[in-house]
């Protein structure tokens, strides 16, 4: 038997936010030493590094530079790869393009020019893998630790202290500034939100929640957990010891691998704590049964005869049913959800009932 819903009355439309921790099975909070690294041709490392946890991408890693420096090859004919790289999410994520052709890129506070904004000639960048992290990456909860040294001198002589360093947004503070890819926060020193050292005094990056990138300032980083410039070369395990750090090599030759150095700083790291999120709509459906409806049934055992007359005398005059099952249907009859009651409802004309059904998309 069927009903048409009165749609102002009989439906209600809400929509929430479902966070979830970022990382394979739902987990939130991950150790440095919990990634691994993906087998990638030495093409593609000239790029860029996959992190892995339970042998899925969970994180890329990549470095760009406006004038191409840190590339295998830059010249007047070669674009050098970390020149496209910076290039490439500029474009993407920024809205003046103009501002690559004036050689003028991201611009924040660094820390290296007093509260005055500085172009950013080096970025590091931190990709989510779109799978992971749903519709955006949840902005004010996350954290992520790196692990290097400062100092001067060689490794080798143990001129170099441990520095570490814990980024997040300051979205529970500061309002967004619009971007192509929805909002742009600022990172900066603090945890899971709660910021130590305001955007004013110093900017770590960028923050693009909808697009789960995080750029971040070169300069900021080298001064705070700068290492050997020269230090990390290539290979997975290079500079799992004193000496690493996030100083930019702008050295143009194929030894060069900034990428790397983030990757290393993040294993070496104490963790990090990432949650995905999405926005879902959530549909109730109250399916009515008034006292004078669904009091007979189609079932052919309920009937007798030709004429269709109730079989059980008893019944006569006081039909009994029993909704066992609800379905809904699109305007051209068509099955859009069906689903089974725990148990039946007994109706009859003496009685009324409700059926909620509810969709989440």
């Not at 490439?88 to 920024?94: D, G, K, P, S, W």
């Not at 501002?99 to 590091?124: F, I, P």
């Not at 080798?156 to 300051?170: I, K, Q, Y």
């Not at 770590?204 to 290492?227: E, K, Q, R, T, W």
Request: proline residues 2%.
């Amino acid at each position: 038997m069927i009903k048409q819903f009165n749609i102002a009355e009989d439906t209600i439309t809400t929509q929430i936010t479902v966070t979830n921790g970022y990382f394979d099975g739902g987990v939130g909070t991950l150790a440095g030493s919990n990634f691994s690294t993906s087998s990638l041709s030495a093409t593609q490392k000239s790029y860029y590094y996959n992190l892995q946890y339970n042998s899925k991408d969970h994180l890329s890693v990549t470095y760009g530079h406006i004038l191409g420096s840190g590339s295998a090859v830059e010249n007047a004919t070669t674009e050098g790869t970390t020149q496209a790289i910076y290039k490439q999410f500029f474009n993407f994520t920024e809205p003046s393009a103009e501002n690559l052709r004036d050689g003028a890129g991201w611009s924040m506070v660094d820390g290296t020019n007093g509260a005055n904004n500085v172009t950013q000639e080096g970025v590091y960048i931190i990709a989510a893998e779109r799978l992971q992290m749903k519709d955006r990456l949840n902005p004010g909860t996350w954290t992520i630790n790196l692990s290097g040294s400062i100092g001067s001198g060689s490794a080798a002589v143990g001129h170099f202290a441990a520095s570490n360093l814990s980024l997040t947004d300051d979205s529970k503070t500061e309002q967004p500034t619009s971007a192509p890819f929805g909002p742009r926060y600022h990172i900066v020193e603090g945890s899971a939100g709660a910021v130590t050292t305001a955007y004013t005094t110093k900017t770590y990056g960028f923050f693009y929640p909808d697009a789960g990138l995080m750029v971040l300032s070169a300069n900021a980083l080298s001064h705070s957990i700068g290492g050997d410039e020269n230090y990390i070369t290539s290979g997975s395990g290079v500079g799992l010891i004193d000496g690493n750090g996030l100083a930019q090599d702008l050295t143009v030759t194929d030894s060069t691998d900034n990428a790397n150095k983030l990757r290393v700083a993040i294993s070496r790291g104490s963790g990090i704590t990432l949650r995905s999120e999405e926005q879902q709509y959530v549909y109730d459906y109250f399916c009515r049964a008034k006292a004078s409806e669904f009091n007979l049934s189609q079932n052919p055992t309920f009937w007798s005869g030709s004429t269709y007359e109730i079989r059980h005398n008893d019944m006569v005059t006081n039909p009994q049913t029993f909704i066992s099952e609800v379905g809904l249907l699109d305007a051209n009859g068509d099955v859009m959800a069906i689903g089974r009651l725990s148990s039946p409802i007994n109706k009859n004309f003496s009685s009324e009932a409700i059926v909620k059904v509810r969709l989440t998309y």
